[in-house]
Nanobody
Framework: QLQLVESGGGLVQPGGSLRLSCAVS????????IGWFRQAPGKEREGVSCIGSVDGNTYYADSVEGRFTISRAGDNAESTVDLQMNSLEPEDTAVYYC????????????????????WGQGTQVTVSS
């Protein structure tokens, strides 16, 4: 059974850092990339960053390029996909979700959250002084 479980959210001051982790199980990694998405109150869900499980290619939204880093570890049975977030801004405040994206459309991951097939429950990130 496919499971995606996020952890690591919390409250941080502007300029601070957080590391989110997505525990992935039951996913055939040759079939799915893993992405991080976020949704702020009153806004649509948007793609943040994605990583190809087979080729390791990474994709970032312009708004987080240079501040966020996505990485993965593990094998097909269980793996984790982390999102290191540095230089956080109040505009980064949102619920962050990880999701599984078919590898055939992984290049669309950041621009089109609707391509994701499976979603975690989300973790709140609040950037405030």
């Amino acid at each position: 059974q496919l499971q995606l479980v996020e952890s690591g959210g919390g409250l941080v001051q502007p300029g601070g850092s957080l590391r989110l982790s997505c525990a992935v199980s039951g996913v055939a990694l040759e079939e799915y990339a893993i992405g991080w998405f976020r949704q702020a109150p009153g806004k649509e869900r948007e793609g943040v960053s994605c990583i190809g499980s087979v080729d390791g290619n990474t994709y970032y939204a312009d708004s987080v390029e240079g501040r966020f880093t996505i990485s993965r570890a593990g094998d097909n049975a269980e793996s984790t996909v982390d999102l290191q977030m540095n230089s956080l801004e109040p505009e980064d405040t949102a619920v962050y979700y990880c999701a599984a994206v078919p590898v055939q459309v992984q290049v669309l991951c950041v621009g089109a959250p609707t391509v994701a097939d499976y979603w975690g429950q989300g973790t709140q990130v609040t950037v405030s002084s």
